[in-house]
């Protein structure tokens, strides 16, 4: 639980230090981030507040990043995740349950302009409204 605050606090902290240096060539994108830790809702994937992340988020180049799905479904639906690299090859999460709230992805990124998707194989409930994840080497 301690864990969980910590990484919160540094999500918001690195929020706030790189929001300022947001370019504006992709819509919604949000700072640069080594951790990035999603609420997995009904609603698709969040933020800690509740706002469903659409868009492209930046990740560190040539760096290890982690993805942390926390669960927050109210169907009791589980889900599983891979994240599909450039090179096609794909990456999973372990099963993300009621019973096991807390799953995560860690990988290295390329190059600059390296694009990863995170999505769900599970068919749930909450999949018609989980909008791919689209993170981008920066
Ligand atoms: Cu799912």
Known sequence: MKKTRIIAVLFV????V?????SSS???ELGVFPTIVLQVHEKGFTDDQGNVLKGVIRIPKESRVKIVFEYADIHDDEHEFALMLPSEEEVYSDLLSKKNKRVEISFMTGQEGERYEAYCIIDCEAMDNLVDLILMAA
């Open 18 to 22: 790189f929001m300022p240096i947001r």
């Open 13 to 16: 902290l690195l929020y706030l």
């Open 26 to 28: 992709f819509a919604n």
